[in-house]
Nanobody, 121 residues
Framework: QVQLVESGGGLVQAGGSLRLSCAASGSIFNIFTMRWYRQAPGKQRELVAVISSGGSTNYADSVKGRFSISRDNAKNTVYLQMNSLVPEDTAVYYC???????????????WGQGTQVTVSS
């Protein structure tokens, strides 16, 4: 059974920083692309940042220059460093990963349960 568990969310003042972590555990053979999404109240879930297995990254325009995604393949963990936070960053943040549980098995995507980030003005 594969699990993705996020941590690091919380309440922070505008201008502050938070670092989110998402650790994948269970029967995992290989992890490919990893992503962070967020969903604010009343809004659709949006893609925030992506990192490939080779370390290539992409960001939503709204977070470029403020957020940084990274991964530690040895720990099956992806991180999201969030700086210069603004109230509009308030949302539940979810990690997502494409992975294989055994060799030659289909690549499936898995989701974490989400962690709340609240930025006060």
């Amino acid at each position: 059974q594969v699990q993705l568990v996020e941590s690091g969310g919380g309440l922070v003042q505008a201008g502050g920083s938070l670092r989110l972590s998402c650790a994948a555990s269970g029967s995992i053979f290989n992890i490919f692309t990893m992503r962070w999404y967020r969903q604010a109240p009343g809004k659709q879930r949006e893609l925030v940042a992506v990192i490939s297995s080779g370390g290539s990254t992409n960001y939503a325009d709204s977070v470029k220059g403020r957020f940084s995604i990274s991964r530690d393949n040895a720990k099956n963990t992806v991180y999201l460093q969030m700086n210069s936070l603004v109230p509009e960053d308030t949302a539940v943040y979810y990690c997502n990963a494409d992975l294989q549980v055994v060799p030659y098995s289909p690549v499936r995507d898995y989701w974490g349960q989400g962690t709340q980030v609240t930025v006060s003005s």
